[in-house]
């Protein structure tokens, strides 16, 4: 999931923001190698090469079906990043015979900026963040917005992340709370059939469990 989100947003970012500006910057040759760069960079993102991070002490705990604890997630993000950028940088300066070398710098940079936005976009665009402090050994947890069909099947990961909590027990030992605002989101358990985006749930939320008042 992790790896499969952040290549789809290395492809908006780089292919498309980076051709885009070359292509209007009057430099097809530099556009096209852009896009050969980040295409590159896009076959090492794959789930395949990156499951040695688990050998390397560095792996997602998911407790629940679909939620990810953040503090790993951060860091297997960041390393995918690193692994991209790493690629780029092999690739751009094995043409710099061919490219002048300040067209390079000028690829990276663009390149260095936008992967530098990518994990503040991802989270806006693709989870709902949840703190569990009190309630869990991980403290903050990461549910991807798009996998879950109604707002039962999202409190049931919500509840699976949390830790000496009964079954059926919300709105008595537990409730969401909207951080933004403080207030509890009491009637969620009886929305039924309805989804995160009817219930009032949106990608980039941040909530955190409580107990209610």
């Not at 789809?8 to 896009?35: C, D, H, Q, R």
């Not at 992967?115 to 991807?144: A, H």
Request: a neutral charge; aromatic letters at 10%; charged letters at 25%.
């Amino acid at each position: 999931m992790i790896h499969q989100t952040i290549a789809n947003y290395i492809t908006v970012l780089l292919l498309v923001g980076g051709a885009v500006i070359f292509g209007y910057s009057g430099k097809p040759a530099e556009m096209g190698l852009f896009i050969v760069a980040c295409a590159l960079a896009l076959f090492f993102v794959n789930v395949e090469r990156f499951k040695s991070f688990k050998g390397g002490g560095v792996s997602i705990e998911a407790k629940p079906d679909k939620g990810i604890d953040s503090a790993s997630f951060s860091i297997n993000e960041k390393k995918i990043i690193e692994t991209v950028k790493a690629e780029i940088d092999k690739y751009l300066f094995s043409s710099s015979n061919q490219i002048d070398k300040n067209i390079i710098e000028s690829i990276l940079k663009e390149i260095d900026d936008r992967l530098e936005k990518l994990p503040q976009l991802i989270e806006k665009s693709e989870y709902v963040v949840v703190d569990t402090d009190g309630f869990s050994s991980k403290t903050q947890w990461r549910f991807p917005i798009n996998e879950y069909h109604t707002i039962r099947g999202f409190l049931d990961d919500v509840y699976l992340a949390l830790e000496g909590i009964s079954p059926l027990s919300y709105n008595r030992q537990w409730v969401l709370f909207n951080q933004e605002t403080g207030e509890p989101m009491k009637k969620l358990h009886l929305k039924g059939p309805v989804s995160l985006h009817e219930a009032g749930i949106n990608a980039g939320m941040r909530l955190r469990v409580g107990i209610p008042q």
